[in-house]
């Protein structure tokens, strides 16, 4: 099952944290840093797991580094503009579903649902696995991946350290409860 690391939530915390106390272009301490010692007592965690995921976001342009006694970090970007699926290849390496996905990348998602790889490009990127020239889910899989992958690029930092209300999903009018034991039949 898909999972998200300990470290990847750590990181979503950790980041939140900076954006919470406003270190962020626009935001209300957009000149201050954050040190990764006060991140790290806020959060319970290891001084060196915080500092090192913060210099990793620092490497990956995610953070800005400021040097010196007084040194730190702040977003290098406004929260609104940093997406889980960003913080998750920063920790996690680019997301991969199954082996085939990565290799073939899509085109487009049109609106019908159905992927497509690029014209001539069906098939033809290295993978590990012997059933893809007869695959039955390498189709589906791909449309699995592009929504998942969607949905991280969607998802921002201001939502996940709730600085902004977060949208719940209208409730779909082809879908009905379904029963609980509570529930008459």
Do not use: W
């Not at 935001?27 to 991140?39: C, F, K, L, M, Y």
């Amino acid at each position: 099952m898909l999972r998200i690391s300990k470290k990847a939530d750590y990181a979503v915390f950790l980041l939140g944290a900076i954006a919470r106390q406003g270190a962020f272009p626009g935001g209300t301490a957009q000149d201050s840093v954050v040190s990764a010692h006060e991140i790290a007592k806020q959060a319970g965690l290891n001084k060196s797991v915080v500092a090192n995921l913060l210099k990793e976001f620092a490497r990956q342009g995610v953070l800005d580094s400021v040097r010196g006694l007084r040194g730190g970090y702040r977003l290098a970007h406004p929260p609104s503009e940093i997406s889980l699926g960003q913080i998750l290849e920063v920790v996690e390496g680019k997301f991969v579903l199954v082996d085939c996905v990565p290799h073939e990348p899509l085109s487009f998602l049109p609106a019908n649902g159905e992927a497509k790889a690029p014209a001539g490009k069906e098939g033809t990127g290295p993978h590990d696995c012997s059933l893809i020239a007869f695959c039955p889910s390498k189709q589906p899989m791909r449309v699995v991946h592009q929504r998942i992958s969607a949905l991280f690029a969607e998802i921002r930092l201001d939502e996940l350290c709730s600085m902004k209300p977060v949208a719940t999903p209208a409730a779909t009018p082809d879908v009905k409860p379904s029963a609980t034991a509570d529930s008459p039949n």
